[in-house]
């Protein structure tokens, strides 16, 4: 899980062609998705228009950089439909208002957590209003919605006045087949990753946190070794430290 504040920013490597085409200036959320659809990138001509990578074409988001396929996953923001949807319909996550599902402001959004492995939004801090108790983190199963004029929670706390509610049913299946949903997707993400690594060579020694090597330069990279550095949390290292 990271901060938007932890993505934006970090540098943006082409894996194929081994350079830095940029950083990340924006994320730009789709709400029905509940997720980072696309990532603005700039890459220093900000006056020839916004660039654009899809979610689809992120191999990887690290601590020190945000890893895609090559330089053409790369769009002018002008030419996806779906992204200047987004721009005009949408507005930023950030300093969004925070309303209870009472219909109270709570306050406004100071900050919102993504799952770096799929793009979900995990939950949001919510920076409260002077009269209202801070409810610190929101965890995404408490917004109701990620509207066009408001963040629609349920907060932590009993809303003073608020009657007991009972809550609503959830059939086991039903909520076992959203909890698959999510699953599935953050493994299409990782397996595009891996897909992307097979038939690779290591350009330098791989080592996990205790510094001992876990994959030498030079190997030739296969699902087996792939799976090594995975286990260890350097899927994105490797993706950095490969080439055709």
Request: glycine share 8%; with cysteine; proline share 4%.
């Amino acid at each position: 899980m990271k901060a938007s504040r932890q993505i934006i920013g970090l540098p943006v490597i082409s894996a194929q062609e081994g350079i830095e085409a940029g950083s990340i200036k924006e994320l730009l959320i789709d709400p029905q998705k509940r997720a980072v659809r696309f990532a603005v990138i700039d890459d220093g001509q900000w006056y020839f228009g916004a660039n654009i990578v899809d979610i689809s074409d992120i191999l990887g988001i690290g601590d020190d950089a945000v890893m895609i396929k090559s330089r053409d996953a790369i769009k002018k923001i002008m030419d996806v439909e779906e992204a200047v949807r987004l721009v005009k319909v949408e507005p930023p996550l950030l300093g969004q208002t925070a309303m209870t599902h009472k219909g109270k402001i709570a306050g406004s959004i100071e900050e919102y957590f993504v799952d770096e492995d799929s793009g979900h939004i995990v939950g949001c801090q919510v920076k409260p209003c002077a009269d209202m108790e801070d409810m610190g983190f929101v965890s995404d199963d408490n917004i109701l919605t990620y509207g066009t004029k408001a963040v629609v929670i349920k907060p932590p706390y009993k809303e003073e006045g608020a009657a007991e509610e009972r809550q609503p049913e959830v059939e086991i299946g039903q909520e076992a087949a959203a909890s698959d949903g999510k699953e599935q997707y953050k493994n299409v993400f990782i397996e595009r990753q891996k897909a992307f690594l097979i038939g690779r060579r290591v350009t330098k020694d791989i080592n996990d946190m205790d510094g001992k090597i876990i994959i030498s330069k030079d190997t030739m990279l296969d699902e087996e070794i792939i799976e090594i550095a995975t286990k260890a949390g350097k899927l994105v290292e490797l993706t950095m430290n490969s080439r055709p």
